[in-house]
Structure formats: structure tokens, C-alpha cells
């Protein structure tokens, strides 16, 4: 739900906080007050286009701030793990429009663009009124609203896994068809390096073990000399390490017989002519092991040649040869089975695409029958709200495609268009008149019409949509009496599985707030001003009183305000 909104520098609005409650909450005030201007302030938190000239004059940048909270169940908290944010079960979005044309937008405190902004705005608010952020009137969300309604979760997601994997297997043929003349050109090439790469028989690090052994090879003389000397240093030499320290132990024996603290220091000597024994006898069985031989100093270098040359035509590393010699023996092998291949990845999409036919026609059986429950309960809903003789359908149908080869979905002899939402095109058409014929929703055009069919699509779809906030700006164009009752109490019922805000000039639908608020203007300082502030009981009945008599406020006014706002 949306907690609080906070606008600075905005239009008419200096600065302003408000804090909104769970439920219905009403916003009144009069025409030109700035109701609208606190709505479009929110759009911008939805990713609405930004407005440079809507920047409060003198003021460099305006700034609007929602806090929402979130549950961990929301979709939203793979949407913000994807793009790299911290999710929390406050979520704070920020947008900062500067004179300058710049728009800045955060989501806790971490930049975001404009499109992810808007993804995320349209998980948390459904925004109906004189914009465009309108999902029912979007006609690729009414299959989305179909299936949320119906509760196709699980057939969707299976269908999805048949669908993708058709795909996948589509796309591999098509791959290897567009590398089948260009196999054939190089399967040549491919033989002559695969030859001559065979032809040297490279291993994996040869070329790092060769580079060892010929620097031992080559300093052979030196090492000889070096581990000849070290070892008379240590072990057979005069005066060598070993045998001083056996000298010094003999030492420590005579001195031990006087002090016993000596003893300890024997036994260092004892471990330390071991050690040096050991080390001795180490270096005796290297140099036992240097060999020095021209012959194979060539053939080391003879080989590294030719793999340094492997290495400068295929990749510059033994392990690019290698890698190129396994890609290239594949597409060799591939070039001389093609048609095998094919038939194998067709008769691989045969199957797959069988099980996604299966899964589709599921769907699409389940989808009407949902349609058929949608319509007959939007039009009762219309029929509460003053649109007793309306017709209202889910248009659901598929659409056959001449492609039969590379169609996911047939049925009989018919290909069938197919999508990962699967073979259903969903529409929602009305009539609103007797005797008319039905049009697309999305071309309904009278604004106290559409108001009452949003509500009644909302009231039967609100318990499945996921959107926690609906926004209501102008819901009551072209309504009055009786029918404005009825609203207000559809509105009621909606907020009861989403919060709601809406504006509105009618008492028979403020009556019914859960939280009422008056946008007010004022003059200061020959600038013009918009508020927006909280009602308290007693400011609530003369606000609803004001609607229904005017500015001058009688007791009649006054009484049937309350009588209102008692109203359920």
C-alpha cells in the first residue's frame, strides 16, 4: 500500500506530505485546487513522462517521494533483485526533475531507469483517469486478467516449459540450416587443419613441460657443478656441515656431564645433523640424475617449433589448438551427417510441439471458460451500477498460419499462431445500449461509461490482481443520484482487497471514505499555493455537506452529510 506521498516544488504545490490508510481514501476540493496535479505528481513515480515546465517557478528541481509497503510474496522482489537493488519491505521511490530537462529516479536509494521505474510502477499502482496508465484499456493485459481471474498459474507455466523447448529445438534447425552451405564450403579446410593439427599431435601443456626440461637441459653443466659442490659443503667435504656438527655434539656431551641444561641443545645437534644428512643425500641423488645431451636439446626445440607454429595459425595458446581442433572436428562431422542431424532435431520438435499442442488447448479450454464467468458477472456489476442492459464479452479465439512446417501448435491440418501466452487472443468487448452491436473496450468512449465498467471489471477481477493500489481520478464524469451511490459502494467493496484513492465532486461517493482529504488553494505572498491535509470527523461532514449544498452550508446539508457518511 502506498503510506505516504511528498511533493516538493510541483505546479501549484510548494511542499506537501500526505499519510494515506488502508482502505478507501477520498480526495475532494475544488475545481482548479490542484487534486489532478497531485495525481500527475504520482505518475511521475509510476514513470510517467516528466515535464520540465510543471517545475514550481524559481525553484531548480521538484522532487516527489512515495513510500509503499511491500510484502516478500510481492513479484516485485525478483524485479528489484534483478536490477542489483536491496529489497526491503519499505520501499521508497524517488523521482527529481531538474530545470535543466534532468530526470533522476531511485528506488532506496539506488538509481534506476525510467523503464525499470516504470515495471516496478505498474506492480504497485493502477492509475485510472485522464492518463494513459490504464491496464484495462491495455488490450495485451486482458489475457493476463483472464488468467489471474481463472487461476491458470500452473497450466500457463506448463504450457511455458513445452512452448520454450519447441523453441529452442526451432532455432537449432534453423542454426544448422544456415550453416549448411557454409559447412559445405569449409568442410575442405576443416580436413586440411584437422590433418595438419593431427599431424603434430599436440598435448594439453607439452609445450610448458618441454620449456621445462630444456632449461634443465641447457644449464645441465651448471646444475652439476653447483649440486657436486653444495653436497661436499654439506656432507663429504672438509670441515663439511655434517661433520662440524657431529664435533659439536661431542661438545655438548662434555658439558652436559658438568650442566644438564645442555641437554636440550644436544638434541637440537642431533636434529640438525639429520636434517643436514638428509638434505645432502637429496641433493647427491639430483645431480646423480642431471643429463646433458645435445640430441635431445634438438629434438625439444624441433618440437616446440612446430607447436609454436600450431599456435600462431589457430589461437596463440596449445589450449586454443586444442579447442579449435575439437570445434572444427565436430563441424566435420556435422558437414559429412547433415541430413541425419535435421532429421533428428525434426523429429525431436515433432514430439515437443505435440506436448505443447496439448498443454495450449488446455489452456485455451480453461480460458473460456473463465470468459463466460467474466462476462456474466461484469454485467451484473454494470447492472448495480446503472447500466442495466449492457452486453459485455471475452472475445477469445486463435488464429490459423500458413507456416504448417514450423508451427508450434496444429490443430488437424491447421497451424495455429502461437506465443509463450499461448494460441488465445483475448479481447474484452461491450455494448452499453440496447440494440447496439459490441466494440472493443478500448474504444468505449463515454467518460461516465467507462468510469462504471473499470469498476465492475476491477470489483470481480479485484480479489486475483495483484496490484495493491487503485487510483481513481475523475471516476464520477457523468454520473449522479442513484448511480453515483451505487459507484461509491462498488468503490467500498474494492477497497477491501486493494487500498483505493480517488477524487471526486460527488457526496454520495465521499460518504463512504475511510479517510477523507481536501485539497485547498491559497494565496500567500501573491503565490499561489495548493494543500492538502487529513479531515477530522467533524471536518468530514462539512466537507460532504459542501459538496451537496455549496459553499453556503445549511443544516439540512449538514444532516444529510451525516447521514451519509453513516452509510455503508
Known sequence: MLSSLSIKQYALIEELTVEFERGLNIITGETGAGKSIIIDALGLILGERADVSMIRKGAEKAIVEAVFSVDGKSPLKSIMEEQGIEWSNELIIRRELSVKGQSRCFINDSPVTIAALKQIGDLLVDLHGQHEHQSLLRTETHIVMVDEFGGHEKLLAEYRVAYQRAQAILAAIDDLLAKESQLAERRDLYEFQLKEIDAVGPVALEDERLETDLKLMQNAEQLHALTDALYRMLYEGENAVHDQLIVARKQLDQLAAIDSTFEESIKETESAAAIVKELAKSVQDYNSRIEFSPERIEQIRTRLGALSLLKKKYGGSLEAVLAHRDKIQREAALAGNFEGEIAKLKKQFDAERAVCAEAAFRLSAKRK????????????????????????????????????????????????????????????????????????????ASGGEISRVMLALKKILSKTAQVPLLVFDEIDVGISGRIAQAVGQSLKNLSRFHQVVTITHLPQIAGFADAHFAVEKSEDQKRVTTRMRKLSANERVNEVAKLMSGEKITEAALQGARELIGKE
Open 369 to 444: 471458460e473463465a470468459g463466460k464467468k467474466i462476462d456474466k458477472a461484469v454485467m451484473e456489476a454494470l447492472a448495480e451500477l446503472g447500466i442495466a442492459k449492457a452486453r459485455f464479452e471475452t472475445r477469445i479465439v486463435s488464429t490459423k498460419v500458413d507456416n504448417n512446417d514450423r508451427a508450434i501448435v496444429r490443430e488437424g491440418k491447421n497451424a495455429l499462431a502461437a506465443d509463450a501466452n499461448g494460441i488465445d487472443q483475448v479481447e474484452f468487448y461491450i455494448a452499453t445500449n440496447v440494440g447496439e452491436d459490441v466494440k472493443p473496450l478500448v474504444k468505449v
